[in-house]
């Protein structure tokens, strides 16, 4: 049969399809060149000849996949769990396309039936009698055909008057303030209406949830409204809040409705749970509404599948006009992808899959509660789909014994800040769990969990659940200590002023942010700037080379500040006051180094002109003392062999150290140079540490504590016990040593490269006396003194 053939041919070239657009599925012949060459013709003109289905997927392929090759690994972007199911659903695209080619009558009664079956099966799958079905791709396209469809069916002349019938009354739309944002907007502006019939009905401000629509108060506002000559027309209620999950009294908003002959459209994630056996009175009033949006393709987890709104109305005509039904059978195949799902899973599968996701919910919340720094924010904990939790400075303050003194005022900035590094560190650490960051007016900010929108795309477990919980308890203490230490950061901040600042940065997740100060005076300001910028660089590459847990980094990507140092999460064993002396002692150092190298600098340039104005007298007295006639090159070689003289002129070394030229006699005399430092200085010593233990840890602190903020691997952490000495790291010396000290701080490399330049300066005072003198013996200009 042809029909058959051509069905076994659209599986088969799907089934292609997958395998070659599939994660590492790539033939041997779509190699770099032919990549390299596929990415260079596009853009680019069209192929002459075309090209085989085999390329062009390949093609398809390597575009899907262009992050991870210029990356060279592989991409953080999770893509859907495509199963079996998902692979019913993208045959139904395919089959939709063939079955558009069907003569008429054939594709009218193949439409008709699949329409029908839909919507028979998501009504008595969510509980809602007698509705129709409207399936479309912009899930928010349903609500402005049902908008639609309220106007026809309040303003008798508006089919033939159109939008002048509006003059007479206005027509007024509400919704929640929790509600989806930019939804309103988005159905004036497809409606045609001033935004002016937008009305925005505030949440509970003293009783009940601060998420749910303030009853009393629409009511008040609905009958302004018509005293004012306006329409109530549509009421936008949430079952399930984008961003808490919340649900709307669906109740008594209905009975509202009813009273002033409004629609009650319902939209929102807790729909879900209708399909279950025990549904929450709250939820079951939803079936009650005009109408409501589902997305059973998130719940699901399959790809591509349109939204569904149904609704209540018997004029069809109505409905027609609001384009909620098409005279087009190829319209109606936009429900063939879901009638072949819901098909595939069966009414068992489908609550099943519903079923697991509440199940993780509580799984989670039953965690959650038993940590004593988690506030969990739930409307019904005994069925919601929706968990919504944050860390709570308050009671981990009690907890860990800390004081959050100086942070009142400012509290709820930081909690923000906590709260949004917690989420981001549990995405990293739990991809599979599907937790997100949610900024809520009134909670802040807060971590939300909502497995009904990402279990089925993640294929998350019950086991990620534990994976979650397990790390989120290991991150608690960290957050804990370090909001407890923050004023302690703050005091010891202060006790080294001037030279540190505190830098009040509330919106960064860790101990805080200081800035280190040059001390110099007499400097102008964009001097003054430039070595404030260049010394907090070089003491945070400093700061980051030390084997400690802290991450030390520059802040914010935006952020406000700039050449500061901030500090991240810290664990409860590290000494505050050790890690503020480690920077104000490294700063101190890495400027007196700068410092130092200015005035060497300038030593040497003055010994140089000195040196050379004595090179020059010296040559005055060599003439006066020798006379002319040794000076002529062969005269002077004959009276030399005859009669020898023996110069006074002695050679010049030049010491750094007093910055002085001094003769080399006594060099020559003791046969050695003096001056010179020992070259097994011991290092400068600190507080003792104990083998294995890490910077900044109190005595008596387990050193082998994990720690999930740091920043080095256990790899480096060996190598650098063996090659860093703690001490020399920790106390740097509060004034710059002698030159003859030799420290393992920045101040040796500015003296190595000093002595470099006296090395340069001694060898060119050397060759300018040799050149003048006929006795080797004292002529020699060497370097003493380091």
Known sequence: MMVDSTFAQVGKNLSEAMRILGDGQREPEAGPEKWRFSRASIPGPLHGDGQDVATVLHLVHNLIHDEEEEEDKPSQHRMQNVGEQGHIALLGHSLAAYISVLDRERLRKLTTRILSDTTLWLCRLFSYENGSAYFH???RDGLVKVSRLVINARYEEYASEGYAVLSSKQPVIYQSASGRPGLGQHLCSQLGLPLSSLCTVPCNTIFGSQHQMDVALLDKLIKEDIEAGKLPLLLIANAGT????HTDKLARLKDLCDQYSMWLHVEGVNLATLALSQVSSAIMTATRSDSMTLTPGQWLGLPAVTAVTLYRHEDPAMSLAAGLTSSQPVARLRALPLWLSLQYLGHNGIVQKIRHATALSQQLLQKLKAMASIKTSVEDEVSSPVVLFKFSQGMSAASSGGS?????AEEKEVLDAFNRWLGEQLVQ??????????????????????????AAVLGTQQENIEHLAGKLSELLPVMCTTMCLRQDFREETHRHSPSLTFIEELSWPGLGAVRYEPQAEGMDESRRKQELENINTELLKKLQELDTDIIFSTGPEFGTEEHCIFVGMVTEDVDVSELVDTVAALGRDIEESGRLLENMTEVVRKGILEAELQLQKANEEKLMEEGMLRQLPLVGSVLNWFSPFESSIKGRTFNLAAGSLDSTEGTYSTKAQAGRPSQQETPISSSKKHPGQRLFRRSGAGSDSFSETSSIGQAEEATR???????????????PPAPEEDSHTARDVVAEEIQESSVQVHTQVEEEETSEERQPEGQEVEQSGR
């Open 137 to 139: 791709e912009d899930d």
């Open 242 to 245: 984008p961003g808490a999950g």
């Open 404 to 408: 959050v003194e100086g942070y009142c």
């Open 429 to 454: 650490l739990v991809p599979t769990s599907g937790v997100d960051v949610v900024e809520l007016e009134d909670e802040g900010t807060c971590v939300r969990f909502s497995p009904l929108l990402t």
């Open 721 to 735: 016990e063996g090659s860093i000495t703690p001490s020399s790291c920790i106390h740097p010396p509060p004034s």
